[in-house]
């Protein structure tokens, strides 16, 4: 999305983003060799890793958005986390829509747990390394809801 906003002026990401490409290690914060390597993925193809809270580049598309700054980006499941004020250890959030994800926030360790869930990239607004978040995804949930909405009718349920 940034090269696009940019007009490919910036191919740039932030570790986030990079970290659900799976090619992104996480505890080194850099693409992993290994693993470009075995999939034959030349480095070069892939977009620098920035700090989420670092500016990424202006936007050079047509007005009325020309010459604004990009700054502040996050992937849609961490800020959401930190959005919704899960910043303490323990705490957690849940989304649900065409996939259920479940992220928490686990402090500054990654999990160590059996069966894995998605180790996720921290962000901070002030770039120091902020508390370890932990993703469990479902696929399934949007067939689910997709099942669910005609007999039981969920689409009168609104939050409160």
Avoid at 56 to 61: A, C, I, K, L, P
Avoid at 71 to 78: C, I, L, P
Avoid at 81 to 91: A, N, R, S, T
Avoid at 104 to 130: E, K, M, S
């Amino acid at each position: 999305m940034i090269w696009q906003l940019t007009g490919g002026a910036a191919h740039v990401t932030d570790p986030t983003n990079a970290s659900r490409t799976l090619l992104y290690n996480i505890h080194d914060r850099k693409w992993d060799p290994v693993l470009l390597e075995a999939m034959d993925i030349p480095r070069a193809m892939l977009p620098e890793v920035r700090p989420g809270a670092g500016r990424f580049g202006e936007t050079r598309v047509e007005a009325p958005v020309s010459g604004m700054s990009i700054s502040g980006v996050a992937g849609d499941q961490q800020a959401a986390l930190y959005g919704q004020g899960c910043w303490d250890p323990g705490m957690a959030k849940n989304t649900s829509g065409t996939g259920a994800f479940v992220v928490a926030t686990l402090g500054q360790q990654p999990a160590r747990i059996a069966r894995r869930p998605i180790d996720d990239h921290r962000v901070r607004p002030d770039r120091t390394a902020g508390p370890h978040p932990i993703a469990e995804t479902e696929t399934e949930a949007g067939e689910a809801h997709r099942l669910l909405l005609p007999p039981v009718s969920l689409r009168a349920l609104s939050y409160r």
